[in-house]
């Protein structure tokens, strides 16, 4: 018995082992890439190119499933002969990852050319952000939106804020130089909380008059200068509902591409049951209130579509699961299933 659990344990072990290798090789190249242009620009001739239309993602839909096709050096030369360009045009391509087999993945906004020309080369469309996220596979919703967040910085960081001279992109996409002041710029997100705000049996929505009728979502606000997410989640919770929070539980993270580029800092903070009156802050919010676990389990089943009420008001329905702020929601109803079981 000890012998077969032996066995096993090396084969388990030397199983993570070349994961992890393969991995860390992945991440060790990516840096390269990053560090060494000659060697990225080799690379841009093997990668392999992700398009984009004035920051909208190029889609194929193929049946009911919508693709976000991967274009070969040579197929990207072949489009750009179209319209006679020079393959400068893949100088402005961003790295935003690699294969396992280090075939490396690259962005490109071919925003300058006429947009129907390739749309019908290619047989699709360059659909807006907001859509492709939740029509494309799981695994490449992340990508096209840290794609998407590349582009848009190096888009509007052109030109040094002290010379105001042109800025040039590193081949990888990865830093901006002004080589008149020697100043290098790096591409930044915006550090964001979002708090699932719970008073042990009921837990606390809201929403903006800017949402879809009906949805309903967590507290979030960006961090102000300085702060920690601690801070940050009682200033915002405070600030928007009027609650003093009494502890918080970390629960994950994740990059979200609008407005600009954030990374949302997914928390579930506790407030007192006795101190639980909410005073909304209606420059913020239209609406604020506390849920139920039976409400909350209706809303998660619900669509857009489905919550039209007959007299033309909504039912509440939440963030689609790409969104951090559902993974917080789910959490929040296991707690209170298991509490309750
Ligand atoms: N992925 C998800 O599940 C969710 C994501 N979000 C995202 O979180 C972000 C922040 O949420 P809000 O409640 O609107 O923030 P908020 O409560 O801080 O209010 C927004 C206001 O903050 C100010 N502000 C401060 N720093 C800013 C910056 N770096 N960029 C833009 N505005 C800044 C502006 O005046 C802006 O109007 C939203 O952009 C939203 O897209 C919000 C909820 C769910
Ligand atoms: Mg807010």
């Known amino acids: 018995m000890a012998a077969v659990y032996q066995a096993l344990h090396r084969r388990v072990s030397s199983l993570i082992c070349r994961l992890h290798s393969t991995y860390v090789r992945k991440m060790r190249y990516l840096n390269q890439l990053k560090e060494d242009d000659s060697l990225c620009r080799q690379a841009q001739t093997s990668g392999t190119f992700y398009l984009f239309h004035n920051l909208s993602p190029f889609l194929q839909k193929a049946g009911k499933k919508y693709l976000v096709p991967q274009l070969s050096a040579a197929e990207m030369k072949g489009i750009l002969e179209k319209f006679q360009e020079a393959e400068q045009w893949i100088e402005k391509s961003v790295l935003i990852g690699c294969s396992d087999e280090h075939r490396p993945r690259f962005a490109l906004d071919l925003g300058a050319l006429d947009k129907s020309v390739i749309e019908s080369e290619l047989q699709g469309s360059f659909t807006d952000l ?3 996220l939740f029509v494309v596979d799981g695994e490449d919703s992340p990508l096209l939106a840290s794609a998407h ?3 848009q910085w190096h888009e509007s960081h052109q030109y040094c804020s002290r010379t105001g001279q042109p800025t040039q992109k590193n ?4 830093k901006r130089v002004c080589h008149a002041s020697g100043v290098t710029y790096y591409p930044q997100m915006s550090p964001v909380v979002i708090a699932l705000v719970s008073d042990g049996s009921r ?4 929403r903006q008059p800017s949402f879809p009728p009906g949805m309903f979502t967590a507290l979030s606000g960006f961090c102000d200068m300085g702060e920690n997410v601690e801070e940050a989640v009682r200033r915002e919770v405070a600030e928007e509902v009027g609650l003093e929070v009494e502890s918080l539980r970390y629960s994950a993270s994740q990059h979200w591409p609008f407005p600009g580029s954030s990374l949302m800092i997914a928390c579930h903070a ?3 049951a006795q101190r639980a009156e909410i005073s909304v802050d209606t420059l913020e919010l239209e609406e604020a209130r506390w849920f139920g676990l039976e409400e909350i389990v209706e809303g998660l089943k619900r669509e857009p579509r489905s919550s039209k009420r007959d007299d033309g008001g909504c039912l509440p329905w939440f963030p689609p699961k790409q969104a951090i702020a559902h993974q917080l929601i789910q959490e929040w109803v296991q707690q209170q299933t298991a509490q309750t079981a």
Request: proline share 6%; net charge positive.
């Open 130 to 132: 907001r859509k492709a």
């Open 203 to 206: 837990c606390l929505l809201a």
């Open 270 to 272: 506790l407030v007192g």
């Open 171 to 174: 081949p990888a996409g990865s």
């Open 149 to 151: 967040s590349l582009l």
